[in-house]
């Protein structure tokens, strides 16, 4: 489904779809999702809204998708996202916000996804990230934060060892123009940290 010409859609355009299993939405002008929208798409496992115009994921925008595996919102305009966006997403491995206006990284909205393996925060202008900034994503095996913006690390290391009761790195390594550092985990199995200067 492309090329819509509104800029939204109406809610009930889903209705009754409880069997669809793949929903692509991409390289539309699409700029609000309405709560509830995707509840009846019990069955969507791969939603893909890369390329749009969202700005603001709210409160329940994925409401009712129970069986979703991979989430591709990259490419949108997206600063804000609701700590109960992702509600009931308890099967999402993949999650790509890349390429969005995300200034920090949505650790509430993120941190209930308990089975996510998979988060690309790539090119967004995130300059800090605290030491809880992926509490509770205990499967997470890929994290990209790729940006030319310098990233700063605040408290102690990110992904740091909650000690290791959160994660279960083996090794971890920073890329960057100036490495500071290296650290050592359980269960990430790739991590990809490219800025300019990651201050430590």
């Not at 749009?52 to 979703?68: E, K, P, Q």
């Not at 925060?121 to 994290?143: D, E, Q, T, V």
């Not at 102690?156 to 083996?170: A, D, I, R, T």
Request: contains cysteine; hydrophobic residues 40%.
């Amino acid at each position: 489904m492309q090329n819509l010409k509104n800029s939204r859609l109406d809610p009930g355009i889903f209705e009754g779809l409880s069997s669809l299993r793949c929903l692509y939405l991409q390289n539309n002008q699409i700029a609000f999702v309405p709560r509830g929208l995707f509840s009846d798409l019990l069955s969507v496992r791969y939603l893909m809204l890369q390329r749009n115009r969202l700005s603001v994921l709210g409160s329940g925008t994925f409401l009712g998708m129970i069986s979703l595996q991979t989430l591709n919102l990259a490419n949108n305009k997206i600063s804000w996202i609701s700590d109960s966006a992702f509600y009931h997403l308890e099967h999402l491995v993949y999650l790509y916000l890349e390429g969005n206006n995300l200034t920090v990284v949505p650790s509430n909205a993120i941190g209930m996804l308990k089975n996510l393996e998979r988060l690309s925060l790539s090119h967004n202008p995130i300059g800090s990230i605290y030491s809880f900034a992926f509490k509770g994503l205990n499967k997470l095996r890929y994290l990209s934060l790729k940006s030319k913006k310098t990233l700063r690390l605040l408290s102690q290391p990110v992904l740091c060892s909650y000690q290791e009761q959160y994660f279960g790195f083996s090794t971890f390594s920073v890329s960057s123009g100036k490495v500071k550092d290296s650290w050592k985990y359980s269960t990430l199995k790739q991590a990809s940290l490219r800025a300019s200067v990651i201050n430590l």
